[in-house]
């Protein structure tokens, strides 16, 4: 069965440091990773996928996370944040054969100024 | 076009009464999916549909919970009985069946249980 573990639960970061949030899973066919975030007192919305081709990929507000296979992780990484992107942050799983989107438990961002 | 729609925003229920919850689908979406969140936790799986085949209802917690869609379309969640730990905010996604699967949700429905 899937699983999606979410290290750390809160991550205060000064505002323009640099930031990476963990994702791992566990899954023994292939799969698609999603990270979710959600904004205060907003709906959740999509960052960024990996599908397939190239390990690295970008979303929007200048996020990127990085797809290892090896290790299966799919870590979330953002070179200089923003007030802007305090918000909770999900990782998500699922597998190509079947649709079922498994959540971690969330990675709270907080930006410090 | 329009997003995912739910409602009510928000229910206040006393112990033991039965709510509903409704979900309207973004059109053309073939895939529904409710969770769950409770207060500074994060999102659990209740159940899944998928156009007309037999819906995944491994997360659902207890036989308090079912959920029922027509086809493609609205689908609601009912919890019989309710208690106070059902207190949290129900989501609703919907998605293609595209291999990329991305989930749009609805704003969701807060229920208080007193």
């Known amino acids: 069965a899937q699983s999606v573990t979410q290290l750390d639960s809160q991550v205060p970061v000064f505002e323009e440091a640099p930031v990476e949030l963990r994702c791992n899973y566990s899954?023994?066919?292939?799969?698609?990773l999603f990270w979710y975030v959600q904004y205060p007192n907003q709906g959740l919305q999509l960052l960024l996928k990996?599908?397939?081709?190239?390990?690295l990929v970008k979303g929007i507000n200048g996020f990127e996370a990085e797809f290892n296979k090896s290790q299966t992780s799919f870590h979330l990484r953002k070179p200089s944040v923003h007030i802007s992107d305090t918000a909770e942050y999900f990782c998500?799983?699922?597998?190509?054969?079947?649709?079922?989107?498994?959540f971690g438990p969330g990675t709270s961002l907080s930006v410090i100024p | 076009g329009a997003g995912v729609s739910q409602s009510p925003s928000n229910k206040v229920t006393e112990k033991g009464k039965d709510v509903e919850l409704r979900c309207d689908p973004i059109?053309?979406?073939?895939?529904l999916y409710w969770y769950r969140q409770r207060l500074g936790q994060g999102l659990e799986f209740l159940i899944y549909?998928?156009?007309?085949?037999?819906?995944?209802k491994s997360g659902l917690p207890s036989d308090r919970f079912s959920a029922e869609r027509t086809g493609e379309s609205v689908s609601t969640l009912t919890i019989q009985r309710t208690q106070q730990e059902d207190s949290a905010v129900y989501l609703c996604?919907?998605?293609?069946?595209?291999?990329?699967?991305?989930?749009?949700f609805g704003p969701g429905t807060r229920l208080t249980v007193l």
């Open positions: 996604a919907s998605s293609r069946r595209t291999p990329s699967n991305e989930q749009f």
């Open positions: 899954s023994s066919v292939s799969v698609y």
């Open positions: 990996y599908l397939s081709g190239s390990t």
């Open positions: 998500a799983v699922s597998e190509t054969s079947y649709d079922k989107v498994i």
């Open positions: 059109s053309g979406h073939t895939a």
């Open positions: 549909f998928q156009g007309n085949s037999a819906p995944d």
